[in-house]
């Protein structure tokens, strides 16, 4: 049993993965506190927003595969895949879902004011689901600096 937490712990893929995640969440919500001078605790967690945390988690892992077993490895090939589908997914399907909450909730909100007791009392749809472009790319270079950053210290 001590073996695997031992094996577990030292994964430097996992661990850089791991720090791609909670570095963009900080970030986010960082971000997200500045720009609306409001501070939301359930952004640390939340999709959606700038960095994105996908890309940056996901970039993190395929760079340090990339640095510790080379870019013909299996290692890499596998992380750098799941990387680019993340991503793909995150500016697509999952934006226009976002788009998609947005409108909804405007609409019950609508006729809830005009008094429509036939609008079912649900809670508000998620909107931060996605990510622009922009979001992506900055979550991507976040990630490939994180990952030389822990390279050069591990």
């Known amino acids: ?83 680019t589908v993340v991503m793909h997914d995150a500016m697509g399907v999952r934006w226009e879902t976002g788009k998609q909450a947005v409108v909804l909730n405007e609409l019950v909100k609508l006729f809830e004011e005009l008094g429509d007791q036939q609008v079912p009392v649900e809670k508000k749809l998620k909107e931060f689901v996605g990510h622009t472009p922009l979001q992506v790319l900055c979550g991507l270079l976040l990630g490939v600096l994180i990952a030389v950053l822990y390279s050069l210290c591990y």
């Open 1 to 83: 049993m001590a073996d695997f937490f031992r094996e577990l712990f030292s994964n430097r893929v996992l661990i850089a993965g791991c720090l791609g995640w909670f570095i963009a969440q900080v970030l986010k919500t960082i971000i997200y506190a500045i720009l609306n001078r409001t501070m939301r605790w359930e952004r640390m967690v939340g999709d959606g927003g700038m960095p994105s945390a996908h890309s940056a988690t996901y970039t993190c892992m395929a760079v340090t595969a990339a640095i510790a077993y080379g870019v013909g490895s299996f290692e890499f090939a596998i992380t750098a895949m799941l990387a």
